[in-house]
């Protein structure tokens, strides 16, 4: 006798709209209306060109239904959801990203820090960074730059992140220890919440680092001599703070040279000067100079 045929699975052929909604808890309506509206979509197809939910489609809409249950907006959450389209299979869990950025928007700043602590505690402080705080910081300046609104709520946000990773650093760099990494904002340059985050995710891997805001030419070349860094990283977040003449001294006394930020990009840089573009290729980096 043959065997019957196995049922495939929902991530082999996908869901039709009802049986979609059913699983999300939502109306199929609704789902019409995320499509209609973001763009959110069923991205499978059946043999026959039905189209279906892939299991890929469902984590984003559950995404995007945790997000609008927390108190987001939902053309802000739909934004924010779509990046879990290709975030890792390993990624954070939605639910944490849900309840930062829930927390930063009713300016909870103690629930804020609170859940900044957990997403340390769960997953290091680099996927804690690149898997919780990043898609929450995007979406808070991505507002504040199309309507001038939400500026507060990153603060809330910053605010946590910095204690949590300045907290984390503490706990696993006793006193003392010969500082190897120094990460400096440019001149002018306002932000030093990524060089938090390299130096917390630096410690995780037993590497001592001194972060220092923006410093005046002369300033940072007094710290340097100072500090005697192994390898340092000079943050420029806009192309207006990031100035390549600063660099070719940098690099004739420092080791090892890094840039990192968005102002770097499309530069030429010095000879002895690398480009990092995100927290794992910096960690790698800091490694490699960790004596």
Known sequence: MPRPPVPASPAAVGLPVGAAAERLGVTAS???????????????????????YTAGD???????????????ATGDAAVASARTAVRPANAASPSLVARFAAASEALDSYGALICAERSVARHGPA?????V?????????????????AIEREHVATAAIEQVFQAFVRR???????????????????????????????????IASTV?????????????????????????????????????????????VYVGGAGWRGRRLPARVTELRDLDAAVAAMRTWSY
């Open 172 to 206: 696993h760099i006793a006193p003392g220890r010969r500082m190897t990494v120094l990460g400096v904002a440019a001149p002018t340059e306002a932000h030093i919440l990524p060089l938090r985050a390299l130096s917390a995710a630096v410690a995780a891997h037993d």
């Open 133 to 149: 705080f990043l898609p929450v910081l995007r979406e808070l300046g991505t507002r504040w730059q199309h309507t001038g609104e």
């Open 212 to 256: 220092l805001p923006a410093l005046p030419r002369a300033a940072l070349n007094n710290a340097v001599a100072t500090l005697r860094p192994s390898a340092l990283l000079l943050w420029a977040q806009t192309s207006s703070t990031a100035d390549v003449r600063l660099l070719r001294g940098l690099a004739e006394t420092v080791p090892a």
């Open 127 to 131: 996927r804690a960074w690149t898997d």
């Open 58 to 72: 469902l984590v984003v809409l559950s995404r995007l239904r945790e997000l609008t249950a927390a108190g987001v």
């Open 30 to 52: 609704t789902l019409r209306s995320w499509e209609r509206r973001y763009g959110l979509g069923p991205t499978g197809r059946t043999s026959g060109g039905h189209r279906r």
